[in-house]
């Protein structure tokens, strides 16, 4: 079966940023940044993007492009049948899945919020309710199914309409919104009194009230690169094999972490003056996005416009990032079970809705059996199991294919047939990113005992 094919560079870059700013940018690397002690985060963040990001997206591209199939037959393509790297894309797509769920359920409350604040807006939400309120929405199984399924059918909606008038289409749209959007709560976030602590926040580089060691942070600055990204789940590889092979994939990687990355620090510089200026402690969790900033959207003047416009932006930004989370699996379908788009699209949509339900009513109580993650809460205990485990798994698969087993042919012309530049990468693949990457993954796993 002949491969969908993105219909431009630009539509190209529009989805895979798409898929790459999402809750971890507005949701994950704000409440992250706050309770590892702000800057230092940020600058290890940056580090993270530029020395693994970046070659890592590079390589899932490369992979997919030549591979021109899904996650998993693409390995098979370059490498034999049954190779062994067919686990990376596996572990990838399972990862994909997993993460769905309970984007579901995380996208689901922001349309919530969204909705509240345009039908009564913000102002119960003072400092002594706000988590009261909380708590009781995402207790409400009426509330919560509706809007999880909700957002699944429009995420299943998009997909029905394939890749080129599909995801492309829908990401040339929403991308451009998304940063109109960004940007002016950016600016506005510089007209409030909080600003200045808050940038010092962001981005001095300090220990002050941080209990993680140097480590842990890094530890989880790394799995929120990758997350971040959209890698280590082989979205790329699938979006890679939508890439017509005359394209530059080395311009499109660093256009895509450029934006992933403006975006993940205009969302902090959104998200802390707000925090700082209503008083509220920047490190508070998981809840800042939901618990926090809607107490400075019911105080502020002109906060409950904010606070809409911040919702939707939510919402959008999750939309663009879990259509290519499902796309994953629609790819593997139509390319190893021979459906078409549109069984592929409703089965995965369909199981991961399921799943998700599940994910959505263990709120608050986890799987025994993974308890083990360290955590006793199901939303946690998925979190943890993917970022973790999951995603640098994958990540360090990658690399050691392309390391190791990709021709160099393939490497070589992505660098413009350079071959000095072509070499010090793939010697960078073989050897740096497998060190890092595998310590990292090596002190979380210890870490989980
Ligand atoms: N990058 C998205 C975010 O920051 C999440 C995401 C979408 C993702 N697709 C992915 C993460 C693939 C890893 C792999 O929210």
């Not at 998200?271 to 008083?279: E, K, L, R, T």
């Not at 788009?341 to 409703?346: F, L, S």
Request: hydrophobic content about 55%; glycine content about 12%.
């Amino acid at each position: 079966m002949e491969n969908e094919k993105f219909g431009s560079k630009i539509g190209i870059i529009a989805a895979t940023a798409g898929s790459a700013v999402g809750l971890g940018n507005l949701w994950g690397f704000s409440y992250k940044a706050g309770t590892n002690g702000g800057g230092f985060f940020v600058l290890i963040y940056l580090l993270f993007v530029v020395s693994l990001g970046v070659p890592l997206m590079l390589s899932e591209f490369m992979i997919g492009k030549n591979g021109k199939s899904d996650a998993i037959t693409s390995f098979e393509n370059l490498d034999k049948k049954g190779s062994f790297f067919t686990s990376a894309g596996f572990t990838g797509i399972l990862a994909s899945f997993l993460v769905l769920t309970f984007y579901g359920v995380l996208a689901g409350w922001s349309l919530i919020y969204f909705i509240e604040g345009i039908t009564t807006g913000f102002s119960a939400y003072t400092s002594e309710a706000s988590e009261t309120i909380f708590n009781e929405t995402i207790m409400s199984a009426k509330l919560t199914v509706t809007a999880q399924l909700g957002f699944m059918a429009l995420v299943i909606g998009v997909l029905l309409g394939g890749v080129q008038s599909g995801i492309e289409k829908m990401s040339k749209i929403l991308m451009p919104m998304l940063f109109v959007i960004i940007i002016g709560l950016a600016l506005y976030g510089l007209t409030l009194p909080g600003s200045k602590d808050a940038y010092a926040f962001f981005f001095k580089p300090t220990f002050e009230g941080v209990e993680a060691g140097v480590f842990e942070i890094a530890t989880a600055a790394m799995a929120q690169a990758f997350f971040s990204l959209s890698l280590g789940m082989a979205v790329i590889i699938t979006y890679g094999s939508y890439v017509d092979s005359k394209l530059d994939i080395v311009s499109i990687t660093k256009q895509v972490a450029v934006a992933d990355t403006a975006v993940a620090l205009l969302a902090g510089l959104a998200i802390f003056p707000i925090v700082f200026s209503a008083g509220i402690d920047p490190s508070g969790g998981p809840g800042l996005m939901f618990i926090s900033l809607p107490i400075g959207f019911g105080s502020m003047a002109g906060g409950r416009f904010i606070g809409i416009v911040f919702f939707l932006l939510v919402v959008i930004a999750a939309l663009t990032s879990a259509i290519s989370l499902l796309e994953n699996t629609v790819s593997l379908l139509k390319n190893r079970f021979g459906m078409d788009r549109v069984k592929a699209t409703i089965l995965s949509g369909v199981v991961a809705s399921i799943i998700g339900l599940g994910a959505n009513y263990t709120f608050g109580f986890g799987l025994p059996f993974l308890n083990w993650t360290g955590s006793t809460d199901f939303l946690d205990q998925l979190d943890l199991l993917t970022m973790n485990l999951l995603i640098p798994l994958s990540a360090l698969l990658v690399t050691l294919f392309v390391g190791y087993r990709l021709k160099f042919e393939y490497i070589l012309k992505e660098f413009g047939n350079n071959e000095t530049n072509a070499k010090n990468f793939l010697t960078y693949v073989k050897v740096v990113m497998p060190i890092l990457i595998g310590v990292v993954l090596l002190s979380s796993i210890l870490s989980f005992f």
